[in-house]
């Protein structure tokens, strides 16, 4: 099985903490024959703005960039890559939130929101995996990350793939990690070490995808106190076959 390329960093610092906001993942699918990206929390997904998607990036299995637009429609966004790539990227800017003083939730920060008891910014990071030997590249811009530590596609159904989770470029310790973020959203298969690792076990013979959402404070920002981050790591346990 071989490991793909990590550069070693330093522990994360930071507290992490949890508002028991229930959020929203992003993950990217084939459909249609398009590559769609996907915004929604188990089973269901939701129409969003298009205009949301702030980034993609398309990676061939040497790790080299592939071009790619993004196809911004009013209700969702496609995804297309020049060529079949190997490793998909992709974030989402899902902007500033407040939360009311009777906990409705407003798609604005604290300064358009003065009554607010909880402001913060969203953002959604998803990490695909489509050929086995692919080499991960630097993904600097998802500011978290979970990380395949050996080859997804050939761990197999039912044996646990280790993983790294990293917030800002840094191991993060204590992300729990839901094993099958669209077939049971809530249920937590583990639990990063101090040095950001778990191991999860591969749940499915279709599709993977293992999430993690997490909150980071903001110091001096009169706008939101913290941000709101989410990511995923999708992959297919089992090759397929025509």
């Known amino acids: ?43 269901a997904d939701d129409a969003f703005k298009g205009e949301k998607v702030s980034g993609s990036w398309a990676f061939d299995r040497a790790g080299r ?13 496609r995804l297309q890559p020049l060529k079949p790539p190997a490793v998909l990227a992709v974030a989402l800017d899902n902007g500033a939130w407040s939360q009311t003083p009777d906990k409705k939730w407003v798609n604005q920060g604290r300064l ?7 402001s913060l910014h969203t953002y959604k ?24 530590e050996v080859d997804p596609l050939l761990v197999g159904v039912g044996k646990p793939l280790p ?9 993060a310790a204590g992300v729990k990690l839901i094993g099958d ?11 990063t070490d101090a040095q950001g690792r778990a191991q999860v076990l591969v ?18 920002d009169a706008n939101i106190s913290e941000r709101g981050l ?4 999708t992959f297919l346990g089992q090759a397929h076959h025509e």
Request: a neutral charge.
């Open 1 to 43: 099985m071989s490991r793909f390329h990590l550069l070693p960093l330093c522990a994360l610092g930071a507290a992490l903490l949890s508002p028991g906001l229930q959020a929203h993942g992003l993950w990217t699918e084939q459909r249609r024959g398009s590559v769609e990206v996907i915004y929604g929390h188990g089973a």
């Open 65 to 77: 960039m592939i071009p790619i637009t993004v196809q911004r429609l009013a209700d969702q966004a």
């Open 112 to 118: 358009q929101v003065p009554d607010s008891v909880h």
């Open 125 to 148: 990071y998803s990490l695909a995996v489509y050929e086995e030997g692919a080499k991960l590249p630097p993904l600097e811009a998802l500011k978290l990350v979970i990380l395949p």
């Open 163 to 171: 993983v790294r989770v990293l917030v800002d470029g840094k191991p």
């Open 181 to 191: 973020f669209r077939g049971a959203p809530h249920v937590i298969s583990a639990e």
């Open 203 to 220: 749940r499915n013979e279709g599709l993977n995808i293992i999430g993690a959402e997490l909150y980071v404070p903001v110091a001096n």
């Open 230 to 233: 989410f990511a995923s790591l």
